[in-house]
């Protein structure tokens, strides 16, 4: 069905203020390299954003424009960062430290812009992220206390910036493994539980609870809970804010979301699929805590489940077997290695294998998707869509979506749900690959 209602978006006008909830190697890899494309000094590889174009109409019609120049997406120029964290570090010395860009070629050139990027002092607690100590924290009696000076913080950098609008992404650390419970119900339950300092709110939700109150939009680009849970949901369409997360997918799961498909296109069997990775950053560190890899790996496990069907699939893949391993090995630093071996089986049951090597730098794979989120982010509230942005579930290891509702893994639905969402809210015609108009009459 067309609908080609066009829809109100506002203009981009005025600054953005794009604020990250830490500012370690993806934070500060994607703040460095926005300043270098601006200065024409690297390109925004990797970011639709900025290269992607969009097929509108029929294959006939030859229409196909940037992204940027389809919708009213915020440009470069007018972006400006805000940060925290609890390592007080500004985005020089932590490009420094992480060692993502050469310095001699992308950071020094830029140290005057970086240096000028400080954190603000982070709500941090040492019990949600075991192997970080932090030394510029806010302090506070209570969790609320602590979430409204976040609000303070919002509310000042808007107007030091002179910013019309901001949004926010969780580029910080992955917390320890929480299940959402009774105190993340409803707002009533949510708010009483930061009076009564419960350990249930962790501060990734003290973010995002900051974030919808000023009216901000929230990624979340781990896989901690954060803004996943009914009473930040709800919250989210009091306040016409959009919400998504979660978990950046970048390296491992954006190739599983890709074979994973295609095995099932073609009905072949998957028997195992073992996945590892090395890394040695201070992801990789975290990571290495029992509780957060918990975490991470309930983020990663869920994608093949939801992507084969083995519920309408038993005998290709009611017995297959996923293992994921992440181990901190600190010679590589952000250069991730992630190794998968899968044995598949084919016609007659005959058994084969794949393997795949991914040698892939891990900030460089998600800054362009924090840049993405954080402008589609501001599009979808420019164009009155508040709640979870399910079209943005192409950028997620573990889409939120509606409840009742599983989340879509494929890749390439993603994106078609991704593009079609921007010609719906432009009021273009939908592309549904059908095509038999282009044979009929002939
Ligand atoms: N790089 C990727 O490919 C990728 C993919 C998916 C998800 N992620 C996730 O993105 C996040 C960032 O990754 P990274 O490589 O930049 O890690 P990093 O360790 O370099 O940076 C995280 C930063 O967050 C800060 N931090 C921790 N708790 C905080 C808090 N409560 N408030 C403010 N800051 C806080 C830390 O001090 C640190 O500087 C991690 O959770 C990671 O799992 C990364």
């Not at 900025?50 to 229409?63: C, F, M, N, S």
């Not at 794979?365 to 954080?374: C, E, I, N, T």
């Not at 993603?414 to 592309?431: A, C, P, S, Y």
Request: charged share 25%; glycine share 8%.
């Amino acid at each position: 069905m067309s609908d080609t209602t066009v829809r109100t978006v506002a203009p981009a006008d005025g600054k953005l203020g794009v604020l990250v909830v830490g500012l370690g190697a993806v934070a500060s890899t994607f703040i460095a390299g926005v300043e270098l494309s601006r200065r024409g000094l690297a390109k925004p590889t990797g970011s639709l954003t900025q290269l992607a174009t969009i097929r509108l109409g029929k294959r006939t019609e030859g229409r196909a424009p940037l992204i940027k120049d389809f919708v009213p997406i915020t440009p470069l120029e007018d972006i400006v960062f805000g940060a925290w964290d609890p390592v007080p570090d500004n985005a020089y010395q932590s490009c420094l430290h992480c060692g993502v860009l050469d310095k001699h070629e992308h950071v020094y050139p830029i140290k005057d812009f970086l240096e000028g990027i400080t954190p603000m002092p982070a709500v941090f607690d040492q019990a949600y992220v075991k192997r970080l100590e932090g030394k510029n924290v806010k302090t506070g009696k209570t969790k609320r206390e602590l979430a409204e000076a976040l609000r303070q913080d919002i509310r000042d950098f808007k107007a030091k910036q002179g910013v019309a609008r901001c949004v926010m992404v969780w580029c910080a650390s992955t917390e320890i493994f929480i299940v959402a419970g009774p105190t993340h119900q409803t707002l009533e339950a949510f708010e009483a539980a930061m009076d009564a300092n419960d350990p249930s709110i962790a501060p990734s939700m003290l973010y995002a609870y900051a974030a919808l109150m000023e009216g901000v939009p929230f990624a979340n680009g781990a896989p901690n809970l954060s803004c996943d849970i009914p009473a930040l949901e709800k919250l989210a369409l009091d306040k016409g804010v959009p919400i998504g997360g979660k978990d950046f997918k970048t390296g491992q799961t954006m190739l599983k979301t890709v074979l994973a498909p295609m095995f099932k296109a073609r009905m072949l069997g998957v028997a195992g699929w073992y996945s590892t990775n090395i890394l040695g950053n201070r992801d990789g560190e975290v990571l290495d805590d029992p509780e957060s890899f918990k975490t991470k790996e309930e983020s990663k496990l869920g994608v093949l489940e939801y992507i084969l069907q083995p519920q309408l699939y038993p005998e290709l893949y009611g017995e297959m077997y996923h293992k994921v391993r992440i181990n901190y090995y600190p010679p590589r630093g952000d250069n991730k290695e992630g190794w998968d071996n899968i044995d598949i089986f084919g016609w007659c049951g005959y058994p084969m294998q794949i393997k795949v090597d991914f040698l892939c730098r891990d900030s460089i794979l998600a800054a362009p998707l924090v840049l993405d989120l954080a402008l589609f982010f501001d599009l979808a509230q420019r164009s009155g869509m508040s709640g979870v942005q399910e079209w943005l579930s192409f950028y997620f290891k573990s889409p939120q979506v509606a409840p009742g509702l599983y989340p879509e893994h494929d890749l390439f639905i993603q994106q078609t749900k991704l593009k079609n969402t921007l010609r719906w809210m432009m009021g273009e015609d939908m592309i549904t690959h059908l095509g038999q108009e282009y044979y009929e009459d002939r």
